[in-house]
Nanobody
Framework: QVQLVESGGGLVQAGGSLRLSCAAS????????MAWFRQAPGKEREFVGY????????VYADSVKGRFTISRDNVENTAYLQMNSLKPEDTAVYYC???????????????WGQGTQVTVSS
């Protein structure tokens, strides 16, 4: 069973960048597709994107396409979310999640990190 720990959140001005990390332990990292979700106050958890086991395929929500990039290091057992050109509407708690298959719904992910806050000021 994999455990996930996010880091790298913080406060950034609009137009700035942040890189989030998701460190995995306790499971075979390369057997998991890794995804990122976010949840703003009063809103449902929203799909951000995912990366396949080998890292060969990435899928993004339209709202972040062209600004965010997901990558992974299968030696370091870590997934990353590089966020550029940040907007105030990107403010949310960001979660990484793991699954054995590709889903865009949070319902199908059983392994979650604790979340890291990202706040974008205008």
């Amino acid at each position: 069973q994999v455990q996930l720990v996010e880091s790298g959140g913080g406060l950034v001005q609009a137009g700035g960048s942040l890189r989030l990390s998701c460190a995995a332990s306790g499971g075979a990292f390369t057997t998991y597709l890794m995804a990122w979700f976010r949840q703003a106050p009063g809103k449902e958890r929203e799909f951000v994107g995912y990366i396949t086991r080998s890292g060969g395929v990435t899928v993004y929500a339209d709202s972040v396409k062209g600004r965010f990039t997901i990558s992974r290091d299968n030696v370091e057992n870590t997934a990353y979310l590089q966020m550029n050109s940040l907007k105030p509407e990107d403010t949310a708690v960001y979660y990484c999640a793991a699954a054995h298959s590709a889903f865009t719904s949070s319902t199908f992910y059983h392994y979650w990190g604790q979340g890291t806050q990202v706040t974008v000021s205008s």
